[in-house]
């Protein structure tokens, strides 16, 4: 509806980012987290590879207790994708803080206002929705809507997955990582198309998704006992690095769902919410999923997540007692609203994919330049970065991740590791010059990282 205007946004490029201290993390940083170390267990790679403190963030800044400014490349943890403290958010917060605060799940004005608000913008019909704290509450309600909706169990998810750290959803993913005491009864896992790393291709090299949808058919036969409810898929694979399907993949997967009466449910918990430049990622595709969670940008940082499903599954979630103690407060459902309202009026899903242009065109080259850049992908606001040791073997390159992490780190720019791929997710508000600014950093360090590993 409206249009960006990067003026609201705009930083000094002369300011930000900058280094003040003499090293980093600096004295203030060093001392309050060694305290907070006395008591707090464990904590995320991000924090201890580079473990700063921040004090305030502002749009998409950031600045720690020692003066550092930073750019933000993480947003949070794909978190505040409209940056940090928009005005409009926080004010809707905090007006909320000072009329209800909790009301169970009574109905509210605000919630009204906020589901309205959301029929506008999602697509096709998915019109059953709950509201909940945590994107991981939001994809257990999911599994279990799903069960209630067809009667059956089991669920198939996908290698290399995440969706949460409670019991099923932990089943979801990779457990030695995660430490499930053993995936639960009827979750199955089975490899999705990357096409950097494919498993099946066709004579010319390309990936063949027809052979992965074979594959599943197989399976189901062999391996479940046919009583798959669910396909649960990340649209684009955050954890793992960002791993984004071919675009066949999901209007197949849907068709082969749809034949066998399973329904397909997107965790959009990282993806949506103008992350990718639409509102659903699985827009990108053309696919209106069964279920759907939606987390981390739905409220732009305040705990505020959501499960929604097909009008014709609404009445299982029914049956599935939904609710919650914090689900659908009346701040959570006001920075809810604030945030949708702040993407249309700000025009910023034309934004993000304006922004996802500039960042194909910065990293286009450097595959090719860099003896250790395997791969660079890009969907909106999310990239990834793949670092190997060799280009034919692909061998994954742990070190250089992190030395990548920690170089721009140290110039100013705060954002995720992750192994040997480099993961950002800058908020979408951002300036152009600003995002370029940040694409020259990372360039910069894996350039010098490259050398010092001697490549
Ligand atoms: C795809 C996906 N699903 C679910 C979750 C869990 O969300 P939360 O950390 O809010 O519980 C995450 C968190 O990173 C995620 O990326």
């Known amino acids: 509806m409206g249009k960006y205007d990067p003026s609201r946004y705009q930083i000094d490029l002369n300011e930000w980012p900058k280094i003040v201290t003499s090293e980093l993390p600096g004295p203030k940083s060093r001392e309050l987290h060694s305290k907070a170390k006395k008591y707090i267990r464990g904590l995320s790679g991000q924090v201890r590879l580079f473990p700063v403190v921040f004090e305030k963030g502002y749009g998409c800044t950031l ?29 809707a917060v905090a007006k909320a803080a000072n009329t209800l605060m909790n009301a169970h799940d009574f109905t509210t004005p605000i919630k009204v206002r906020l589901l309205e608000k959301m029929m506008e913008v999602l ?29 059956r169990y089991e669920f198939i998810s996908c290698f290399r997955d995440f969706h949460g750290k409670t019991g099923h959803a932990v089943s979801l993913a990779n457990m030695t990582k995660l430490s499930g005491a053993g995936r639960a009864q009827g979750f199955y896992m089975v490899p999705r198309p990357d096409t950097y790393r494919p498993w099946w291709t066709r004579a010319d090299g390309s990936l063949d998704t027809e052979k992965y949808l074979e594959f599943y058919d197989d399976f189901i036969k ?20 960002s791993i984004m399907p071919p675009d066949d993949f999901f209007p197949k997967l849907s068709r082969f769902c749809k034949e066998r009466g399973i329904l397909l449910m997107a ?28 987390g981390k940008g739905f409220g732009n940082g305040f705990p505020v997540t959501a499960m929604v499903v097909r009008e014709e599954y609404a009445d299982a979630v029914d049956q599935i007692s939904a609710s919650t103690s914090y689900g659908g407060n009346p701040m959570a459902c006001a920075a809810a609203l604030a945030s949708i309202e702040v993407i249309q009026e700000e025009g910023l899903l034309e934004h993000a994919l304006e922004l996802e242009e500039l960042f194909r065109k910065k990293m ?34 742990d070190e250089a991740g992190k030395l990548v992490y920690q170089t721009a780190f140290r110039k100013g720019l705060a954002w995720i590791p992750a ?9 979408i508000i951002m300036p152009n010059e600003v995002a370029a600014k940040a694409m020259d950093i990372i360039e910069e360090s894996i350039a010098e990282v490259q050398k010092q590993l001697g490549y």
């Open 63 to 91: 600045e720690d207790v020692d003066g550092n400014r930073y750019i933000d490349f993480s947003s949070g943890i794909y978190v505040t994708t409209l940056g940090h403290c928009h005005p409009k958010v926080s004010e």
């Open 267 to 294: 965790d959009e918990v990282l993806t949506g919410w103008g992350r990718t430049g639409k509102w659903l990622c699985m827009e990108h595709w053309g696919v209106v999923p069964d279920v759907v969670t939606l």
């Open 364 to 397: 286009a080259d450097w595959p090719s330049k860099y003896a250790i850049v395997g791969d660079c992908r890009v969907k909106g606001c999310l990239m990834g970065v793949e670092l190997v040791k060799d280009k034919v073997t692909k061998e994954p390159f």
């Open 419 to 427: 192994g040997h791929i480099l993961r950002m997710s800058p908020p």
């Open 222 to 241: 062999n391996a479940t006992t046919n009583q798959v409810a669910a396909f649960v898929l990340e649209p684009i694979q955050g954890w793992a690095g």
């Open 123 to 151: 697509p096709g019909d998915l019109k059953g929705v709950q509201l909940y704290d945590s994107g991981t509450t939001a994809v257990e309600a999911g599994l279990r809507t799903c069960r209630a909706a067809t009667g």
